[in-house]
């Protein structure tokens, strides 16, 4: 049976003392696409809430101890709301207790429902609470996520207006199994935009498992995404849980998802269609739940229509797609940005620095980042390294003027020019792969230089 409540999946707690009650309850919100669990006391109640996570909360407020005042149930209340304010209670009261109502309503409940109740109401105030608090959670998670990146490393601060459609869709998206894709150039971001997906989503409790299919190569691909058996290989010389597996009620972050060899294309296809995979040199099916977000700076759509990237398997995986632009298309973030880095920084390398002066800022500001936010990140760095104090000046940054950045070859050292040359390559084919080949080099051998330069 296909369920179609909007409700469909959420976990409900019903507490009454009452079997007949709980049973009724139980075949009504059953239908409505409920999982349900049942309580018959208070204490019951709290021990259900620390071995699980509820989307509403059902309670009555008289009983067997207590049948008259309520207060047993409102002091339940009190504790619930004590322990998560943005948990839904609704309460459930005898009829012409309204006084009794009006009081759980004055200590956090969301709503109640009178016995012997009406159905059609009842379904009505669980939906809404239901989705409510799914809402104010979503939210929540998502500022926590926020301020906790703020904290340290990277940071998701996206106040510019290019930006907020890229928030929004975060957290439409996030809560659901979509699978999302992520595009944009180098050093925008897209790592941070999967965890930010992670963590508004239900599979937010277990760690997002990522893998960077441009740092594998082609060979143990395979092994990597989905494992191996003892004596697979020649080196394989035990059991190897593989990354789509270890992601199971996780979600998997693919990114440099462009550079997924041919061959192993359709094994990927397959697994998102299926959740079913072998690992390499066994023939026994596994099956894992899992949720893809990958992400590439490579024009996907270009790859497709040359061939060389499955349109069947970009269906698969960009059920949502989401465009991130580059820094010079959300200048209004940099100050924001420059002053989180130079604060990480500052305590890394244990120096007091109060800030950039102003022309150093207005530097940051017209600069034109073709390495984005991660190119940003170790110019803030140098600065730190390079400031005498208290502040920030222009030539501590170490940028040049766009027009000037290239400058002269013989005035270059072989090291800067070597990083122009594969920046070129990158900023031209947008692939690893196609770069690498254009410069004569294999992937690894590109990897190597792009870390050593900082691209």
């Known amino acids: 049976m296909i369920i179609s409540s909007p409700v469909a999946g959420a976990r409900i707690l019903i507490a009454d003392d009452q079997r007949d009650v709980l049973e009724a309850l139980r075949l009504l919100l059953k239908g409505d696409g409920y999982q349900i669990d049942t309580a018959d006391s208070p204490a019951a109640v709290l021990q259900a809430l620390e071995r699980r996570e509820y989307d509403v909360l059902l309670i009555d407020l008289n009983y067997a101890r207590d049948t008259t005042s309520g207060q047993e149930g409102l002091d339940l209340l009190a504790r619930l709301r004590a322990a998560d304010e943005s948990l839904p209670v609704v309460v459930m009261t005898a009829w012409g207790s309204v006084g009794l109502a009006v009081e759980a309503m004055r200590r956090g409940a969301r709503d109640f429902i009178e016995k012997p109740w009406d159905n059609d109401r009842l379904l009505t105030v669980l939906r809404t609470q239901t989705e409510l608090g799914r809402a104010l959670r979503r939210s929540t998670r998502l500022e926590a996520h926020t301020r906790a990146l703020s904290d340290g490393g990277p940071a998701l601060i996206a106040d510019a207006p290019a930006m907020q459609p890229v928030l929004q869709v975060v957290a439409r998206v996030g809560p659901s199994n979509a699978n999302v894709l992520i ?25 997002m498992v990522t893998i960077n299919a441009g740092g594998v190569s ?19 010389k035990q059991d190897r849980v593989g990354r789509f597996e270890l992601a199971d009620g996780s979600t998997l972050f693919l990114d440099e998802i462009a550079n997924v060899p041919p061959s192993q294309q359709q094994k990927l296809l397959r697994v998102l269609e299926t959740g079913e995979f072998e ?17 590439t700076n490579a024009d996907i759509h270009a790859e497709v229509a040359a061939g060389r990237f499955r349109q069947d398997l970009l269906f698969r995986l960009n059920t949502i797609e989401i465009a991130l632009p580059p820094l010079r298309g959300r200048r209004e973030d940099i100050p924001r940005l420059a002053k989180h880095f130079l604060g990480v920084h500052a305590r890394r390398y244990r120096k007091t620095l109060t800030g950039f002066d102003p022309s150093a800022m207005q530097v940051l500001t017209d600069y034109a980042w073709p390495g984005n936010i991660r190119e940003l990140d170790h110019a803030v760095e140098r600065a730190v390294l390079m400031a005498p104090g208290p502040s920030v000046r222009t030539a501590d940054l170490g940028l040049r003027p766009a027009a000037d950045s290239a400058g002269r070859l013989e005035d270059m050292s072989l090291e800067e020019v070597e990083a122009i040359l594969v920046k070129k390559a990158m900023a031209r084919h947008g692939n690893v792969s196609q770069a690498a080949k254009a410069l004569g080099l294999s992937r690894s051998a590109l990897y190597r230089r792009l870390e050593r330069h900082k691209l």
């Open 183 to 207: 595009t944009g150039e180098h050093g925008t971001g897209k790592t941070l935009i999967a965890q930010a997906l992670h963590a508004v989503s239900p599979r937010a409790s277990r760690p």
């Open 218 to 236: 082609e060979g143990v691909f395979e092994s990597e995404l989905f494992g191996h058996v003892k004596g697979a290989f020649t080196d394989a």
């Open 279 to 295: 690992r390499l040199g066994s023939s026994r099916t596994r099956k894992a739940d899992v949720r893809l977000i990958s992400a």
